[in-house]
């Protein structure tokens, strides 16, 4: 009697599904290199991005210079507070020396204290007169960082101004300047100087009679007296503005051609697997030009997909582009950097499992640390420094100085050799060490 | 056209091939035979320079595979057991490929392209893709890219493993055709019927050399045993029994085959 297909249904069902299950068990400890990495690397990854992406206690403070025209006590108190203040490490430095390190790169902004300042810093500000303007000059990539900067100062200016009024030093001198001020005014009447004059004087026998103080501001003030004006900075070009398409469109292009890659050393290893592989050595084909040929052809469809982003990224969404042959020699470059990285994934990983594993492991990395996806200001400093080390950090800067920041051509062309360096270490150590059998 | 001698072949400490010595005349049919293991699959890697030997010596049409790898890759033709074709491009871009990688080009890589579209019947299925056809007709795809350019020596193995009777005579037509014409086959399977139906000589090996080799029928004669044909097999059972009333012992009351003789020589015990 020959057996019939078990119906799908009751304890056949079931067993049908229990026997798939086990099935799929037994193929993924067949592996177990690859079981160990599927474990392993979400651990792996978790960890990293909370030690790098961490909450507030792990974010470093933001680097600001300040520059004092001439430093006054309310200036060198507001130095002293911001100094004080954990989220911000202050440089004291000359004007021209704040806007040298904003150009390279040190420093996120730098604050330029105008003679004025000093005058603004003190209570009466509050009341009477315009803001006095204060350049923060910024590097337009770091804008967001500017943001948390502009903050920072503004809460500190607020509270400088509270403090004195909170004393009654510096709530007499307060009533004592609208008493100046008022007297000397030439759009009041003699009647309304009068009452001025009245005010002040009961103000201050007020602010020295009360000896607590209450601490209060009074009413009617209004904003900060320092109006922070941004002038933004760059290298290459005085006007580049920081673009967000110009960014992400780098980024994320950067990190889909590294899945690209991903995908090319997992064919690779298929065809070894399936012994096509062993068929083209038998061509008598060079094994490392054999490899190489592979990653060249892969290079072209990594190649046409960048121009065919940034073509759409330009028509569409008017991302600015300082060099032409900067962009082109960037995106080739690029495009080589795939091909290694695909020779390198190849050949580091054992079977195609292993590949589909590590691949997006590394490139999500790469690609997080590289500022492809998030900025890389909320990094710990030694990310930053540590990420020098990555091709994606190359990428992302040279794909900016090639668009939004218009550097000029042979800035770019440094960008492109140091993604291409990358690229050929990478191409090397896989085309060398690849393992032609299982 | 070929002479191996003394050829160990390891896979780091397991030993694959054990001291083989071979010689394949050119033009003969010679059928390489032996269990799962016997180091059939490693000795044609280490002729095609795929696996270095640990020592020994091989010549392939005089070269030496190691240091001559293209001069020996130009002379033999490897038809692999396993279907070593890219499967996502089409017939023909598969044979363009294989063909361009051995140096073929221009107009004789188009003819040697329709050659191979020919031999392997799938002129009419040139553009499908290849992981789209038959088992049959990738196994012809398969022998087909093996012979692409020419070589003056075709080493198969297990070319009809899992295919139609229908794409298996193809095969040996074409392998026999080939051979008329001049080229010299080197022939393994598990089909035993197939050796002697295809090859002239043949070589039984196992655990890494050769236990017998010769021409097949010599080594089907028997060692020193006398062999009786019936003409009218109905009468076996009157002619045995008049053997041993003559006080002759019988000892096989059937015609001998080749796999009798490979089980002889090798045992009928399982392999790895």
Not at chain 1, 126 to 145: H, K, N, Q, W
Not at chain 2, 21 to 27: D, F
């Amino acid at each position: 009697m020959t057996a019939s297909p078990p119906p799908p249904w009751g304890l056949a069902g079931l067993r049908t599904l229990g026997w798939m299950a086990r099935k799929e068990l037994l193929r993924f400890v067949a592996d177990p290199a690859g079981a160990v990495l599927t474990f392993l690397v979400p651990i792996l990854l978790a960890v990293l991005m909370s030690s790098v992406f961490a909450p507030r206690d792990f974010v470093d403070p933001l680097p600001l210079v300040v520059a004092a025209v001439e430093p006054g006590p309310h200036v060198r108190t507001l130095i002293d507070r911001l100094d004080a203040n954990p989220a911000v490490i202050v440089r004291r430095a000359s004007p021209d020396d704040a806007r040298a390190q904003v150009f390279s790169g040190e420093a996120a902004a730098a604050l330029i204290l105008p003679g004025d300042a000093e005058r603004a810093l003190q209570p009466l500000s509050l009341f009477a007169g315009d803001p006095v303007p204060v350049e923060v000059l910024l590097d337009p990539s770091r804008a967001t960082e500017v943001d948390i900067l502009e903050g920072l100062v503004t809460r500190e200016v607020m509270q400088q101004l509270s403090a004195e009024l909170a004393t009654d030093e510096g709530r007499t001198h307060l009533f004592r300047q609208i008493g100046l001020l008022t007297a000397t005014s030439p759009g009041l009447s003699a009647a309304a100087k009068a009452r001025w004059a009245a005010f002040s004087a009961a103000g201050v026998d007020l602010a020295t009679a009360d000896a607590g103080g209450s601490g209060t501001t009074a009413s009617g003030a209004r904003g900060s007296p320092l109006d922070l004006q941004r002038r933004t900075l760059d290298v290459f070009n005085p006007k580049a503005r920081w673009n967000a398409y110009a960014h992400y469109f780098a980024g994320m292009l950067t990190m889909s051609l590294l899945f690209l890659a991903a995908t090319a050393a997992l064919n690779l290893v298929q065809e070894r697997e399936e012994g096509a592989l062993a068929r083209v050595r038998m061509s008598g084909a060079h094994p490392v030009l054999a490899l190489v040929g592979g990653a060249m052809g892969t290079m072209f469809v990594a190649l046409v997909t960048a121009c065919a982003v940034f073509a759409s990224g330009v028509a569409v969404f008017d991302i600015p582009v300082g060099s032409v042959p900067g962009l082109l020699a960037m995106l080739l470059s690029l495009s080589a950097l795939v091909g290694g990285f695909s020779l390198l994934l190849a050949s580091v990983g054992q079977t195609a499992r292993q590949i589909s594993i590590m691949g997006p492991f590394v490139i999500l990395v790469m690609g997080f640390l590289g500022g492809s996806a998030v900025p890389t200001f909320i990094m710990p400093d030694y990310v930053r420094t540590l990420s020098i080390f990555l091709p994606t950090t190359w990428a992302n800067e040279g794909l900016a100085a090639a668009t939004w920041r218009g550097a000029p051509t042979l800035v770019c062309f440094e960008w492109a050799s140091g993604v291409l360096a990358f690229s050929l270490v990478f191409g090397l150590i896989g085309a060398l060490s690849f393992r032609w059998s299982r | 056209m070929i002479e191996i001698e003394g050829l160990v072949a390891r896979y780091g400490r397991a030993v694959a091939v054990d001291g083989l010595s071979l010689h394949i005349p050119e033009g003969s049919f010679f059928g390489l035979l032996g269990p799962n293991g016997a180091g059939k699959t490693t000795a044609i890697s280490c002729l095609a320079g795929l696996h270095p030997p640990s020592s020994g010596r091989i010549r392939v049409g005089g070269f030496d595979p190691v240091r001559q790898r293209r001069e020996v890759l130009d002379v033999l033709g490897v038809v692999p057991q396993t279907i070593a074709l890219y499967g996502r491009l089409s017939v023909v871009e598969n044979l363009r490929v294989f063909g361009g990688l051995h140096g073929l080009h221009g107009k004789r890589l188009s003819e040697r392209v329709e050659w191979g579209l020919e031999l392997s019947q799938l002129t009419a299925h040139r553009t499908k893709r290849v992981e789209a056809l038959s088992g049959g007709m990738q196994r012809r795809l398969n022998l087909a890219v093996g012979l692409l350019h020419e070589p003056r020596v075709a080493v198969c193995d297990e070319p009809t493993a899992g295919v139609d009777p229908q794409s298996r005579n193809h095969i040996f037509a074409t392998l026999r055709e080939l051979h008329q014409q001049g080229l010299t086959v080197v022939y393994t399977t598990h089909y035993l019927e197939e050796v002697e139906a295809l090859c002239d000589r043949i070589a039984i090996v196992d655990r890494g050399h050769v236990v017998r080799s010769g021409p097949l029928a010599e080594l089907l004669q028997g060692r020193g045993t006398k062999r009786i044909e019936l003409l009218h097999p109905t009468d076996r059972a009157r002619v045995v029994e008049a053997l041993e009333a003559a006080g002759i012992e019988v000892g096989e009351t059937r015609g001998r085959t080749l796999e009798d003789l490979m089980l002889e020589l090798t045992g009928s015990a399982l392999r790895e």
